[in-house]
């Protein structure tokens, strides 16, 4: 086996389709390389790179054979697989299109989302975002678009009143493009990305969450609500739940590559587990815990309906939605004194900061201020 090797990478040099030569420092290759017709060193990218055309590829491998392995994974790795694969059953099934919508995302890029193993909401926006960069660019083709073009296009997009997070989707979708699926070294750090909006959690307090649950008469939809709520569970992992998930002697509840595809355990509520039981005897769900009437994971919206319907009967005039049950679980606890670190790993927050937003909604933390008006 060769110990040498050299890497392609897809480059834009300009506005000039570029192979770029990226290898470990060596004399022998050095020498061999400067003799390339057309060859030049990129300071930008750190590596040598000769004009992208098929007798410079041949002239590479013709080049090197016997001498180092010519790595093409990154290089050819864009080209659409012509095999057939799953990845079409991904981008049917997992990204639905209307009828008159032409769906023009790479098939190399779904392919590498399939690979990577992202969640399929994530999968969702970044398809989504990427296809709205193509319409905007329609009729260029993609290794062709630079930094320039790509901050043009996210200055529309904040000119068009979009969502900071919105606008880091973008970001985040269009990288993965150019730096993932092509392999091309990181073209985007100078980027500026939006500026995150610091907002504090919309919360219900316990007698509204108590006044919620009152108006829930259905029993599967009084034990969705209450997972929500008293396991602090965001709504896609209840969905999630498998029947076995459920450990009632120990009061846990498992949750099975929750977000960030990690797995963690949260309480379980005795006062909803004779509920919880009566549902598993009543139903005798199969593979998930709440299934649809025609089988398969309960829907997401009908979720929506429950909770904003329950609320709306309670007399809760501000919208809610099953996200704010989980704040509201964080912030409760919060108020009993329990300790954040605690919070921080029933929630499943990579970091403390994350969990902190809770203290500056919690009870607790004005507590023992003076009323100045007293």
């Not at 995302?105 to 399929?120: F, G, H, R, W």
């Not at 029947?243 to 509520?269: A, E």
């Amino acid at each position: 086996m060769l110990e040498k090797s050299i890497t392609l990478k897809h480059l834009l040099i300009g506005q000039q389709r570029c192979i770029g030569l990226q290898f470990k420092a060596d004399r022998v290759l050095v020498s061999l390389v400067e003799r390339l017709p057309g060859v030049a060193w990129s300071d930008e990218f750190g590596m040598y790179f000769i004009p992208n055309s098929r007798d410079n590829v041949s002239l590479i491998f013709k080049t090197f054979k016997s001498i180092a392995w010519v790595n093409g994974n990154y290089f050819f790795g864009s080209r659409p697989l012509l095999t057939k694969n799953r990845s079409d059953n991904f981008k049917r099934t997992e990204h639905p299109k209307p009828a008159n919508h032409e769906s023009i995302c790479p098939q190399n890029y779904l392919e590498k989302l399939e690979l990577k193993q992202y969640a399929k909401n994530t999968a969702r926006i970044y398809i989504t975002c990427f296809e709205a960069f193509m319409r905007y660019y329609e009729g260029i083709p993609l290794e062709q678009i630079d930094e320039n073009d790509i901050r043009d296009y996210l200055l529309h997009l904040s000119r068009s009143n979009r969502s900071t997070s919105y606008i880091n989707q973008a970001v985040n979708s269009i990288k993965f493009y150019y730096e993932v699926v092509l392999g091309m070294p990181n073209r985007f750090y100078s980027i500026e990305r939006p500026r995150k909006r610091k907002k504090l959690p919309e919360i219900l307090s316990v007698t509204d969450v108590q006044s919620l649950l009152a108006q829930v008469g259905n029993l599967k939809h009084r034990c969705i609500v209450g997972l929500l709520y008293a396991s602090g569970l965001r709504r896609a992992e209840v969905l999630a739940l498998r029947p076995t998930d459920l450990d009632f002697s120990r009061r846990m509840v498992r949750i099975r590559q929750g977000k960030g595809n990690k797995d963690r355990y949260s309480i379980l509520s005795k006062t909803l587990i004779p509920e919880l039981m009566e549902y598993l005897q009543r139903y005798s769900p199969d593979h998930y815990l709440f299934e649809s009437p025609n089988g398969g994971a309960y829907s997401a919206s009908s979720v929506l309906k429950i909770v904003s319907r329950a609320a709306r009967r309670a007399g809760i005039r501000k919208r809610v939605t099953p996200h704010m049950l989980r704040h509201s679980f964080a912030t409760h606890l919060l108020d009993k004194g329990v300790d954040l670190r605690r919070i921080q790993v029933l929630l499943g927050h990579n970091s403390s900061k994350t969990t902190e937003i809770y203290t500056h909604v919690a009870e607790n933390s004005f507590k023992g201020i003076d009323d100045l008006l007293s």
